[in-house]
Antibody, heavy 122, light 108 residues
Framework: QMQLHESGPGLVRPSETLSLTCTVSGDPISTSSYFWGWVRQPPGGGLEWIGNAYYTGSTNFNPSLKSRVSISVDTSKNQFALNVSSVTAADTAVYYC??????????????WGLGTLVTVSS | EIVLTQSPGTLSLSPGERATLSCGASQSISSGYLAWYQQKPGQSPRLLIYGVSSRAAGIPDRFSGSGSGTDFTLTISRLEPEDFAVYYCQVFGSSLWTFGQGTKLDIK
């Protein structure tokens, strides 16, 4: 059973960089079948796709966040990571790491981590 | 970029009733990459329907998806108590993934 698990600080100061890591277990991240991505959900709000990465390192991003976001993949650790720079209170959200279909279940988010709440506050 | 608009914002029904949730797209989704998710309080979203009408693994057959072009529907034929949740539609196209704003299905 494939699982994703988010880790990282729960509190980030305004203007600093939010950094999260997702550890994948039960499946190799170096597969042609999937992208590895991030989705966030502000308190009481809806879902927003942030971006994703393929195991080769190629990436796709939400245009509204593209200037502040990077996603990297570490196949040796079976992990991928998210960085969001210059954060403000508007970046406060539950951050989910997700598996996104590339050839299998193309276009979908078929597996989700439990999510981690990141609060931006001084 | 395709914008998805879900309606109604909140739907109040009773167990055993039929639920019809709508998702409208700002442009035609010719690729067929339209999915639906269920999210219960305190939980991660769960994939229900992909490719407009295919049920994901383990999803009961009371859930069905339909539609084409710009209008899509998620139907729950007979509501069970565990079906009361928030539902999101989602589209993929041109290397962009977008969610609707959600419909809350609550108990009347």
């Amino acid at each position: 059973q494939m699982q994703l698990h988010e880790s990282g600080p729960g509190l980030v100061r305004p203007s600093e960089t939010l950094s999260l890591t997702c550890t994948v277990s039960g499946d190799p991240i170096s597969t042609s079948s999937y992208f590895w991505g991030w989705v966030r959900q502000p308190p009481g709000g809806g879902l927003e796709w942030i971006g994703n990465a393929y195991y080769t390192g190629s990436t796709n991003f939400n245009p509204s966040l593209k200037s502040r976001v990077s996603i990297s993949v570490d196949t040796s650790k079976n992990q991928f990571a998210l960085n969001v720079s210059s954060v403000t209170a508007a970046d406060t959200a539950v951050y989910y790491c997700v598996r996104q279909g590339r050839t299998l279940l193309r276009g979908t988010f078929d597996n989700w981590g439990l999510g981690t709440l990141v609060t931006v506050s001084s | 970029e395709i914008v998805l608009t879900q309606s109604p914002g909140t739907l109040s029904l009773s167990p055993g009733e039929r639920a019809t949730l709508s998702c409208g797209a700002s442009q035609s989704i010719s690729s067929g990459y339209l999915a639906w998710y269920q999210q219960k309080p305190g939980q991660s979203p769960r994939l229900l329907i992909y490719g407009v009408s295919s049920r994901a693994a383990g999803i009961p057959d009371r859930f069905s998806g339909s539609g084409s072009g710009t209008d899509f529907t998620l139907t729950i034929s007979r509501l069970e108590p565990e079906d009361f949740a928030v539902y999101y539609c989602q589209v993929f196209g041109s290397s962009l993934w977008t969610f609707g704003q959600g419909t809350k299905l609550d108990i009347k």
